[in-house]
């Protein structure tokens, strides 16, 4: 089964709003193994919309259109699918009855009945969420999915009714999804060390995803039950881990900040942050993690040299001798922020984001990120590429997972 997404509504030609549900969708298929053939927005326009059905079907099996199912007079997505399989429109009584109960508190909106309205002989899927429900309509071996616009709608939708529906067309195969988390490792370095594995994939197969500061594996494989693709999935894995386990930091839904923070709450330490080039990037990380309070005890942008001296306590000497980009500079903040904050723990990032500011000897991008666990020091040093706030931020990430590593 191949599949094509069709995006309606001007606003997101205009750039009002990011497409983000083609991306959830896409990322849905790709774990169950189905193929995207592409993505096309349309703006609120029947004759375009028509078109775009056409053309779409031309390329896959099935279409899935999103957005335009509201009872407004520009919400014309149903109407136009209607006329593009020549069936009329019709009522579906346990939408509608779904309906009434959303708004038996309030009464019903003024044409609100339209989200009930539904092209003949068309399966609704329930909007648990909302008042206009997804259509799934077959014909002539083509499948049409229409899903509301609303990321909040739509996901739960798309997983609660959309997928069984799915995997019933797919045969009842079960598709399962492992995804391993790499930093410090580039998307053609890690692709060079598994090219055999690359080279000989078929189920289950392996797709590689470059990020900002870190790539992301997905094994994806295909078999009759969870179980027996978990099974076919594990001895690809292992052997990954064996080769490049060292520049894996988790898997799934997990995250650096979110692991870090666990790696010091485990050891019942507390931390603190300073940072120069990073500029508070790597406090910001750690404070989205709930429960940081709990290891964090201060986090402070020391960004001159008298900023370091004063508030860190790093001896003027060492900055006057290394400079403040330096393996010297960055151990006496580590050292200083722990001390000055009462913490078991200092991490600190100092360096040249650019554009300007670079030397021969040290040039833009270079970094030094310190940590003090207990009094026992270390340095890395990192030689990152790209612009300013890339640099930055893979700095930021690079320290997170300097720590992870230290405590694991």
């Given at each position: ?5 069709l ?18 969708i ?170 055999d ?92 993690v ?41 151990a ?6 722990a ?10 990032t ?12 040290k ?8 940590l ?11 030689q ?25």
């Amino acid at each position: 089964m191949t599949v094509e997404i069709l995006a309606i509504g001007t606003e997101l030609l205009l750039g009002n709003i990011a497409n983000t549900d083609a991306q959830f969708i896409s990322r849905q298929l790709a774990g169950m193994g189905i193929g995207v053939y592409g993505h096309t927005v349309v703006g609120d326009n029947r004759r375009r919309l028509h078109a775009a059905f056409a053309h779409a079907f031309t390329k896959a099996d099935m279409v899935i259109a999103v957005g335009g199912l509201g009872p407004t007079d520009d919400d014309i997505t149903k109407a136009v699918a209607a006329q593009f399989f020549a069936r009329d429109m019709v009522l579906d009584a346990a939408a509608f009855a779904r309906i009434e109960t959303r708004f038996a508190a309030t009464g019903l909106p003024e044409n609100v009945h339209k989200n009930a309205l539904v092209p003949a002989g068309a399966q609704t899927l329930p909007n648990d969420h909302g008042s206009a429900p997804g259509v799934w309509l077959e014909q002539d071996g083509k499948t049409l999915l229409l899903l509301p616009g609303p990321p909040h709608e739509l996901e739960p939708m798309f997983v609660n009714y959309a997928v069984p529906l799915l995997r019933e067309k797919s045969g009842g195969q079960i598709f399962f999804s492992r995804t391993l988390k790499f930093i410090g490792m580039g998307e053609s370095n890690i692709e060079g060390q598994l090219k055999d594995l690359f080279d000989a994939q078929e189920n289950p197969t392996l797709a590689l995803y470059a990020k900002v500061w870190e790539c992301h594996l997905r094994l994806t494989a295909a078999a009759s039950t969870e179980a027996a693709a978990r099974d076919m999935i594990e001895p690809t894995a292992q052997e990954i881990y064996a080769r490049l386990g060292a520049y894996i930091y988790g898997e799934g839904d997990a995250d650096l900040p979110t692991l870090a923070v666990a790696a010091v709450r485990a050891r019942g330490e507390t931390l603190a942050v300073a940072e120069s080039c990073t500029g508070g990037m790597v406090a910001s990380l750690l404070v989205g993690v709930s429960g940081v309070s709990a290891i964090l005890n201060e986090a402070i942008v020391t960004y001159s040299n008298e900023a370091k001296t004063t508030r860190l306590g790093v001896d003027a000497a060492i900055i006057a001798q290394h400079g403040a980009v330096s393996a010297e500079c960055a151990a006496a903040m580590a050292e200083g922020v722990a001390r000055t904050a009462g913490a078991g723990m200092g991490l600190s990032t100092t360096g040249i984001a650019g554009p300007d500011g670079g030397t021969p000897e040290k040039p833009v991008g270079t970094v030094f990120i310190g940590l003090c666990i207990n009094g026992t020091t270390q340095v890395k040093k990192l030689q990152l590429a790209g612009e300013r706030n890339t640099i930055r931020e893979r700095a930021a990430m690079a320290a997170l997972n300097l720590l992870r590593r230290a405590l694991s």
